[in-house]
Structures are given as C-alpha cells and as structure tokens.
C-alpha cells in the first residue's frame, strides 16, 4: 500500500506511524520542492543506499564518545576513505551531492579538509594569477596538499585592518620575511590549521621599504610534505576544547621571521614585483562575492540545523508520552499539549522560511555574479547589505529555536543521544562567524541609513532594476488591513505589509535619531554609535521583510495543491507567529489596534491545531538520513527507549564496573569511614 | 593608596585598572550587601586563600582538557582531599562556606557526591524513622556510603505516578521486591548513580498483595561496598555524554526481583508493617517544601552563574580593542559600543535582580517553615507557585544572557578558554530539571487560575497575611503613569504599576478564555490545553512582577549612598529593559501610549551610558575567584592574550607535533596524490 507519507515502515513504532498515516500530503512531493526535483531526491537516497553499504565510510562508535583525538583520527580516515569512493558515488562532482555525501561520512562537527575545501580552494581559483594557477591547483584539487585560511589574529577578528602580522618584502632575497611581531598577532582560530594543514593563506600587512600597503594574502607552506614537522621559523597548534567542532583542530600560528619566495604572494589582483614596485588592484572590492556567497550558503545550512532539530524533537513528541489531559484516557503524546505545538511548530515554519529563503537568495547570488561577468557591480551592494542580516538574524533565530527543540524533549534532551546539543554548538557558532552577528547587522544598516537619506532628500537613486528596498520609497496603508478572518483566504499580503511598515518606520526613525545627534553636535561617528542598537532593530526588521516575502513567493510557487495546502498553513504561522513577537513596533504608532494583535494570536493558537495532525509528516519531508542527526531521539523508526540503552553501552565509563576513582580514592575513604562508626 | 574599586592590583591590564579606576562607589560595600555583610565577605577571602594554598585542592590541568574518565578521577580524589580539609576550612560547617569552599575546589560541572550532599542526605533525614536514622545518618553523614536519588526513569520524568518500577511486598520473606518490568522503566538520568554510588533512595510503585499504593521511597544497596561490584540482581552504568555536566556520572539501573529488607522503606511517613499492613502518612504533601526550596536555592545559583558570565564578559570588553569610532583616535574597547552596553548591561542588572530576589524567597522559605513548625501550612502553597514560575523565567532568563554574554566575547567567547560554554550548559540543565519549565508554569497559572476565580466571584479568600496575588485584587490606575523624565526622580512604582498591570491583565484574560471554552462544552482539562499558552504566558508576567518588587526592595535597603546610586541605575535599567520587552501586552490595551514607551527606550539608552563607567566595578563586586569561573577571559588581572596561549599548550593534540592522523591517513593520501602530478 502507497501512503502519503513516504517514510512508513513496517515494524516502526506504532505511534509515529499513526502520525504518518495523517499526512494531508505528499511527503514525496514536499520533499521534491525541498530538494529541486524529482531526480534530486532520487540521487540523494541513492548516495544514502552507497554509503549504508560501505563500512568503510562509518564510525565505529558514536563519535559523541570520542575524544578529540580519536574524532580527529576518525574524520581523517574517513576523509581518505570517501576520496576513494567519490567518483562512484557523487555524479559529475555536483556540489549538492558532494555536500551530502560529505554529511552523510563526517556529519556536523567537521572534517580535515573543511577549510582545505571550503576557502582554501576557492581562494586559490580566485585571488591567483595564470602561473599560480599552474603551479598550485591541480596538487591542491587532488588533495596532494592540505591547506586552510589563516587571517584571524588573538587580537583581531572583526577589524581586519589592524592585523598584526607582517610580511616584509625583501628585496635582496626576492622573498617576503613572515613574522608575529607580538602576541596579540599570533594566528588563532584558522580551521584545521592546528595539525591537518601543511599549507595556509595567510593575510599578512604588505610592507616594502617600510610602507604598509595594508592586508594582503600569501600562500604559506607550513610543515614538511613528508615529515609534516613544522618547518623552521613556525609554531603551530591546536587552540583547545571549544563549544562544539572539536573534530576540527583550530589553530594557533606564529612566524618568527619566516622566509617566503616572492611569487607566494596572492598576484591575481594586486601584485608586487621584483624591484619591489606595487600593482594595485583593479576593484577595490574583490573578495566581497565569495563573503555573500558564504553568507547565502549560511542560510540554507542554518535552516537545515533547525529542520533537523525541530525533526527530532517532533518525531520525539509523537513518540514520548507524558501526563494525562482527560483522566481516563491513558497518558498522551506530548505534542498534544498546546505549549508543546507552541514550542515546535514554530521552529518547523522557521526552519522552512530560512531553507526556502536560502535558496532563493543563492539564486540572487547567480544573478549578481552573471551581472558582474557582464562589467555590472550595481546589484553587489544591495545583496551585501541583505546577506548581512540575513546571516545575522538566521543564525540568532536558528540557535534560539534549536535549544527550544531541545528543551521539548525534556531531560532525554540534554544528553548526547538526543544529538542536539551537538547541533546546537555547530550551529551557534554561525552566530560569530563570517561577521559577529552585531557588526553584520550594522553592515546593513548602512545600506538602510543611505536608502533613507535618499527617501527623505526625495531623491531615488537610480538603480537598473527593482529593488528588495523599494518598499521603503513607498507610502504604505497607514492602518494595518488585517480584518478578523486571519486564517482564512489571502491575508498574506496585509501581513507582509505589517513587516514592510515596521521596517520602514524603524528605519526612517533610526535615521532621523541619527539625524538628531549629529545636530546635538555629535560627530558623524559619535552620533552612529548612540543610535547603533535603533539601527540594529532596523536591520533585523528589513531582514523580516526579506524573509517574509521570500517564504511567501516559494510557498506560492508550489503546484501540487495538497502540498501548497498545508505549506500555506506553516507560512501562516510563521507570519502570524513573527507578527506577534514584533507587536510592540506594530502598536507603538497604533498602525495595528490591540484587536487586530489578539486575533493574529488566535490565529497562533488555531494554526497550532490545525499543522498538528501533519507535523511529523512536514519534517519527515526533510528526509533526513539517521546518519545525518545522529540522534537517537529522531530516529526514523521511533524505536527510541530500547535504542537509548544501546546508546549509552559506548560509554567509556562502562568498561569496568569499578571506576579508578572508587579503589583510588572513594573506595578508601568511605571504608575509613566505617571503620570509625 | 585605597581605592573604590578593591579589585585593583599593580600590574595588571591598564584598560582594566582604568575602568576600575572609574568606579563611583566602594565595591567593598556591594559585597557587604551581595554576601550578607563584611565578616561574611571576609571569610570568603579566607576561604579563598586556603583553597590557594593547598595544592592537594587544585587540578594538574583544566578540566576542559580532561576525558570524563579523567575528571571524574580528579573529582573524586578532590572530594577526598576536601573532606580531609573541611573543618580546617570551612567554620561550623556553615552551609555558604561549605558551597564556597566545594565550588572553589571542583568547580561547576559536578562531583561523585552532589547527589549524596544534595538529595541522599536530605531525604534520609526527613524521611525515615528514628531507628532507620540511628542505622543510616552517621554513616551517611561520615561518608561511609555514597548515595544518590534514582527517580526519573526512562519513560516518565515529570508524570511520577506513572513511574514503573515496581516494590512487591513479599511477607515469607519479610521483604520488597524490587523489579524493572519493562525497557522504560530503567532508572535513567540519577546524578552520580553510575559509577560513585553505592547506595541509592529509589522511587518505585508499592505493591502490597496485588493493590498498587503509588510511589514510595526505598533505600537500596546497589554495590558491595567492599569490592564496589554491582550487586546480584541489579545492572548498573553510565548513561553517556551530555551536553554539560561530564564529570557526572548520571546513571542507569535495573532491577531484576531484587530484594532488600522491609525496613529499608522509608518508615517516616508512610509504612507498611510485617504482616502487609499499609499505614497511609499523615500528611500528603509531605516533600512539597523540599522541592520549593531547591527551587529557592537555584533562583541564587542561576543568578550567580549569570553573573559570572556577566563578570567575564564585561571585563574581557574592557581589554578588548576592536575597530574604531572616531577616526584617529585608535582602537576602542568594545565595550564602547552601544550595542555591546546593550548585550551587557541587561545581563548584569538581570544577575543582580535574580541574585538579591533568590535571597529573598530563600528568606521567604524559612518564614514558611516558620509557620509550619507552627502547624500553619496555609504560606505554603503560594510559596510553591512563585517558586515555580520563579525557577522558569529565571532559568530561561539567565540561560539567553550567559549566551549572550559569550557571544559578546566574539571568537574566543566559543572557545572553551571562556569558561562560557561550560557554564551555559551547566545553567541551562536547570530549565529542565527540577520541574520541566512549561510544566512549571502551569503550575504557577493554578494558583493564578484559583485567584482570578476569586476576583471574578469577588469573593477573596480569607488568608492570614498579605500575599504576592494580592494587587490582582486591586484595581491599580488604568492608565501608566510613567511620565518624560524616566530615569530621574522615583519612577519605581510607576513601573512596577506596569508589570503589575500586565500579570493582572493577562491572568484575567487568561481566565476568561478558560471560561469561554468550558462553556463551548469543553471538558475542563482540554479547555485547560486549549488555553496552556496564554497560562503561561501570565504565569512568566506575575513572575516579573515577583522579580520587579523584590529588586526594587533590595535595592531600597541598601544604606550606603554611592552604592545605592550606582545600584539604582541598574534597577531602572533592568525595569526599562523589562518593560520595552512587554511592550506589546502593555501597548495592547492602550494602558501605555506610543510615546511612553518610546521614552522608555531611550531612558535604557541613556541609562546604558550612565552605567558604562561602574560596569566593570559592577561585576567585580561579585569577587569571583578565577577559581570559580575558569575562564581565561575573565582573568582579574585581565592578561587574557599570553594566557590563551599558555592555556592552550595543555590541548592533549599539543603533546606531540605530528598525529596519527597524519602518518596513518592524511600523509599517504597527500604522497600519492603529488605522485600523480
Ligand atoms: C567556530 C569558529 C570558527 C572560526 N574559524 C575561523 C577560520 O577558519 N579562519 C579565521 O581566520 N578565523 C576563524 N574564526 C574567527 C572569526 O572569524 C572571528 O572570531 C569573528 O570574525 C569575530 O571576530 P572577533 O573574534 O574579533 O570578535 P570581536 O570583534 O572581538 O567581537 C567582540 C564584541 O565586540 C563587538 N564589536 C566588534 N567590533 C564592533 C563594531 N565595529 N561595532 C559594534 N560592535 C563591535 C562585537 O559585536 C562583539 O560583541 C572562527 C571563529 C569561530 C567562533
Ligand atoms: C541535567 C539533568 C540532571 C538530572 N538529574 C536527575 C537526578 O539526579 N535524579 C533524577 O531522578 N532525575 C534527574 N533528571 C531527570 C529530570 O528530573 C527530568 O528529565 C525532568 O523532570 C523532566 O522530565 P522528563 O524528562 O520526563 O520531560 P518530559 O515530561 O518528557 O518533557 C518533554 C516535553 O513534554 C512537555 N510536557 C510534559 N508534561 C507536560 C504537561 N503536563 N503539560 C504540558 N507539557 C508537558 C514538557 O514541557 C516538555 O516540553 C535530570 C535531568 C537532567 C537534564
């Protein structure tokens, strides 16, 4: 028998499969849309099928048990392992099966080759000129050498101006002098630069003949390709134990006047040449794509952590029965409680909204790069300025929804086997970055403080084409047009125009403060730290006003009407939901009346009602593989208790029933003890 | 020469020296007033100095760089080590000290002998019966056995009547029975059951000829307590990793017919004598005033673990120097940033509000005690719904900061060099233990539910002293009275009107809907689900309102002018803040305008830069040792940069140069690559 929801197995725990028999859709077809297609998801559970039947690509144990050690040595096994089946299993090294395939072997918590691929690589196809490339890209292509990107410093992050180190041009030897003049300059945090890497770029200040030129990249060997000692000159390791990503070896990196050929040196845009003479580069702003392209990959990933939470979690609640609501009846699911849905389907149409949004802004990100291809930078900006709060608020939501998801399984949460603290620390880190959350939000700010000079000088810029700003050049209604019947036919635009005013007023407010200060006196600069927390929640609401539409149009864009259905009610949760945690800037100038607040609320309430019957089956229709989550809580097949038990065999302690700390220290002290009673 | 600030030592960080340089009143006198007055506070230094001087207390490495295995190890030792040192230490075994001394010696993240101390003991002295105490208190109380609380069990933590394990009274032999009918009734999650104890009170379902008589107390011997091997009859481990707490060998137990002696029950209350007679305790809710002061004991746990993320944060925002605001003037201290003040500030007005009000409900408890000694139980239920909502709202609350806080740290907040990810783990476990939060909410909302029908029927009931439900009955001012000038003059009560109205508003409404779905023929308990949200969400008011009073007392009482200055400012910033944040459910019924609330935000503004110059003083009046939050950042003397280098050099990936990773899998994939080119 065909069942709508595709993850149905005979012998599953029978409380999930009654969830499943509820789905008012196809999970297939959801998981189509999800995934782009047919075909797509077909080769996904083929990659899956590879890897289930390759030993040689799994742990030996939860990796939860490992120390870093054995993570580290685990994840490089492995590493060399999925080399050798990659071309069987990944097809035409597709990114998206190759990303999957990758998770599926080394799941979250990293890998050493991360940074190698993810920024080495690409640094090296783009910041190279034509001998480097030859020289360079095929032995790192082919894994001949591992590399990473090392520019965080112990004293700087964020201002990447005053970097420390320095790379000294040295005419006479037609080399560059590496060196950590100071503490503060010594290399921290590059991923896998602690053990796996034998090469980095490092960003290092140019200086030639005592003139500093400013930050630039160098392509650095740093251990022997056969010992893999560090060579002479460099000090190298591991940082510690962090949050979470212990399976990579963030690093530690100190030159003490270490020599590099002068042809080390990043020449595809600025170069330096053998009388010491400097090119300058052509755009000032090269590099600022692959950071919006990182940054719209970020949201994808991020919507996928919380899916996978709000999968968990939810799975567990059909499963996890606690408490009696009507005596007599035997104890209910959880997910039957209202502050449970409350808790969960939140985070599902979250999750959702940041995945579809992903998409779409990767998407945007194609459209600039064609548009830069054909000599035309004037998008760049714009989708700077939106990646910006997009990663900032994405990140913040995603780590706030996965700890509730966590939370809603109660204590069996809050440990390993539930997979989400895991998760949680992998995730959150996104918070820090790629740009700390603060200073991104006030990233886009600038763009919303020059758009509302622009409104208020009543002087639109000419831009090529439409704009996500637009709306802020329009008078919107000035009342809220949200009748009673919230649920029912098409509020989503009066919805979507509750962001669009917010963010609108919030700008144009934060300017005007902005305004204010600098004629109280205060310089340029003074005046934009007083208003910085009001220019923030500018950009978090802009931000919505992204999401919001962007959720809408993928939502709009499905066909299969039972799909569309119940996506429909998710994306009217997620506006109704987002509308009532922003009441305050709604009611503050009385565009929404209190009436309008307490029947979007409502409207909460009956939304949570109505997705509940098909909650497990939207996150089914993520399809994440059990390798993906590693969670016992998630399982597929719901077989949760007996396997927790399992679970918690791996554990190191239950090697011995009798621990050291009893025959050496407890053991005796509680017979001395006695012995004086 | 003395300073204000007692902090200030020569050779330290001259950023940190210059801010508390810029204290405007005596953090001598603060901690007076944190740590109940000067004798008190000295005899923490002493403690302090103690701990110092005895090596035998301190680790050989930080335990972030240390296996369970290894710190469970090191725990144990420590735990012999201290009882060797505590009457030397610790003055008449005073309860604070005791704390003190244990948290100096072992830190957050637990010891083999938590439970024993926190839960064993205890139970054992409130539970048994004269010749159960003659047996077991001196041999307990000596450290003659260990023993923990076995509970939860893998099916069923917050609903214990359905707790599985079962205790048949066999009369032939004299004995119960103990046994784990099914998978989820294995004993899961105890602190310290795994390994360290060899005792345990177990919580199992009585059966006395067939009849269950509900969950009862039993002490068991789990483990010989010469060779410490698991008894015949029981299985017995470690339940795995979790998200914090590793050195805690939380635990699994099965029980398979095991045996233990009739009078191992615990006798005190209930009892059931040799030929099966059950005698029924004389009061029902015997254990109910445990529970309430745990609860009281974590609200001052919760607020000192903010606090000292706060402490950390704050001070590490003092060194660090990242990016600039006024061109040509360098680099700032992040904690120049409005933004950063707006991440802070809160979390430290929130740790001082959560700490003094723990105090007071602590004091609270002891009234109630009082008054039961008396034979009045009339204080007690209302005690168990504040303290109820109170370890919800604060848990949750201190979670989001400590979060916050490390982020605030940016990059090295995620390493655990920032003893932040620790604490986070470890202060979030608390929003599930002891009470599941939403749980815990709604039992707020029954008291809350109870008062409202007495508003609503007018008739309020007759209790002997004034309650904190009181101003529900009172019809405060329908509109707030909050004028321009915020955070001048005495806006206290103005602003605890705003809360009060709020709590009154949203516990009636709740009420009402309760209603209105009862009489649309729901069964009352769906009725009750159907509202759960809006239940907790004027549980989380009332709350505040609890908070909010008894700040604002605590504050009042404080004598010394220039402390009471600079603790004010952090009062009204922690009402403001609290208030912009339920903006929305104070706008929503025009109880505030638009402008009031506006003035509001800017009065959290300018209090953020009213508080800048003391925020450092503000954390440093908490004088934790660096002992207690392990944390490289938040180092007094704030050397942070050598220091995270030498912290690192413990990382066990450190000890040699080159991995196994490496010689095994990295290097001859690298080798056979580069034989390819
Ligand atoms: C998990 C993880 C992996 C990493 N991997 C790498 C890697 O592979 N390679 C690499 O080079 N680096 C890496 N890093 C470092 C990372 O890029 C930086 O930590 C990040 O950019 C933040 O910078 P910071 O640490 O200097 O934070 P800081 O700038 O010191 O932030 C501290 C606080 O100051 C505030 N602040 C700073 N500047 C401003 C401003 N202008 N306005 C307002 N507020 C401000 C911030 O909001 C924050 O609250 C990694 C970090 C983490 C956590
Ligand atoms: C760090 C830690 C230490 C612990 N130490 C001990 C120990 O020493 N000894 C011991 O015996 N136990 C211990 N426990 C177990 C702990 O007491 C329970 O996990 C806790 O009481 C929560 O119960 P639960 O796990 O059954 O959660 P569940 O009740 O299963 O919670 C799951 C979800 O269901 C919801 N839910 C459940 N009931 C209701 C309801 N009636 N109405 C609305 N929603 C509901 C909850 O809100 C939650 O979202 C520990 C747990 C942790 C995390």
């Not at 609640?317 to 007599?328: E, K, L, T, W």
């Not at 740009?435 to 622009?454: C, D, K």
């Amino acid at each position: 028998m065909v069942h709508l929801n595709a993850l149905i197995h005979e012998g599953d725990n029978p409380d999930l499969t009654s969830e499943r028999l509820k789905a008012s859709f196809s999970t297939e077809s959801l998981s189509e849309t999800i995934y782009g297609g047919k075909q797509k998801l077909l080769r996904r559970r083929e990659i899956v099928m590879y890897v289930d039947e390759h030993k040689e690509l799994h742990d030996e144990k939860p990796v939860e048990f490992m120390t870093r050690e054995e993570r580290i040595e685990n994840a490089a096994r492995k590493v060399v392992a999925m080399r050798k089946h990659y071309y069987e299993c990944v097809e035409n090294e597709d990114p998206a099966e190759t990303h999957y395939f990758q998770m599926l072997c080394t799941h979250l918590d990293g890998m050493p080759i991360g940074l190698h691929m993810g920024m080495f690589l690409p640094t090296l196809y783009t910041q190279t000129n034509d001998e480097q490339k030859e020289k360079w890209l095929a032995k790192a292509a082919n894994l001949g050498m591992i590399g990473t990107y090392a520019q965080t410093e112990i004293g700087h992050g964020t201002n990447l101006r005053m970097l420390e180190t320095t790379a000294t041009f040295d005419r006479a030897s037609d080399s560059f002098v590496l060196h950590s003049p100071t503490v503060s300059s010594t290399k921290w945090w590059p991923g896998n630069l602690g053990k796996s890497s034998n090469h980095a770029i490092v960003v290092a200040q140019l200086y030639i003949d005592k003139k500093c030129y400013g930050p630039h990249t160098f392509l650095v060997q740093l251990r022997d390709e056969e010992t893999h000692r560090a060579l002479p000159g460099i000090t190298i390791g591991d940082i510690g134990p962090k949050f979470g990503i212990n399976t990579i070896d963030n690093g530690f990196l100190r030159f003490d006047h270490f020599k590099i050929p002068r042809s080390n040196m990043m020449m595809g845009h600025s170069k330096v040449e053998a009388d010491g003479t400097y090119v300058k580069p052509i755009h000032a702003k090269v590099g600022y794509g692959a950071m919006v392209y990182v940054r719209s990959v970020m949201t994808l990933m991020q919507g996928a952590f919380l899916a996978m939470a709000a999968t968990i979690a939810t799975r567990y609640s059909a499963i996890r029965r606690q408490g009696v609501i009507n005596p007599g009846q035997g104890e209910v699911q959880v997910l039957d409680y209202q502050t449970q849905q409350h808790r969960l389907f939140p985070q599902i149409a979250r999750a959702y909204a940041f995945y579809l949004t992903g998409k779409h802004i990767r998407d945007m990100y194609y459209d600039v790069v064609q548009n830069l291809s054909e000599g035309n930078a004037d998008t760049l900006p714009e989708l700077h300025a939106i990646t910006s709060g997009l990663k900032s608020v994405v990140t913040h939501q995603v780590g706030l929804g996965i700890e509730q998801c966590r939370m809603a399984c109660g204590g069996h949460g809050y440990s390993q086997a539930s997979g989400i603290p895991l998760l949680y620390t992998v995730a959150i880190g996104g918070c820090t970055y790629e740009g700390e959350n603060m200073v991104m939000l006030l990233q886009t700010a600038r763009f919303l403080m020059r758009t509302a000079a622009a409104v208020r000088s009543g002087k639109r810029p000419a831009t090529k084409g439409p704009s996500q700003f637009d709306y802020i050049f329009v008078a919107g209604p000035r009342q809220c047009r949200l009748g009673q019947a919230m649920t029912a036919g098409n509020c989503v635009p009066a919805m979507v125009e509750c962001f669009e005013h917010v963010a609108k007023r919030l700008t144009l407010r934060a300017h005007e403060r902005l305004e204010l200060r600098k004629n109280e006196g205060r310089s340029k600069e003074d005046a934009w730290n007083d208003t910085a927390v009001d220019l923030t929640k500018a950009s978090r609401a802009h931000t919505r006003v992204f999401i919001a539409k962007a959720f809408a149009k993928a939502v709009s864009d499905i066909a299969d009407s039972a799909v569309s259905k119940a996506m429909t009610d998710l994306l009217h949760l997620y506006l109704s939901y987002e509308i009532v945690e922003i009441g305050t800037s709604l009611l503050e100038d009385g565009f929404m009346s209190g009436e309008q607040l307490a029947s979007t609320q409502k409207a909460v309430y009956e939304l949570l009602a109505k997705i509940r019957p098909n909650a497990v089956s939207l996150v089914d229709a993520f399809e994440f593989d059990d390798r993906e989550h590693h969670s016992v809580l998630g399982r597929r097949d719901g077989h949760v208790y007996e396997n927790l038990l399992k679970w918690a065999q791996h554990s190191e302690l239950n090697k011995s029933d009798v621990l050291p700390a009893f025959t050496k220290y407890l053991g005796p002290m509680m017979k001395e003890a006695r012995s004086k009673l």
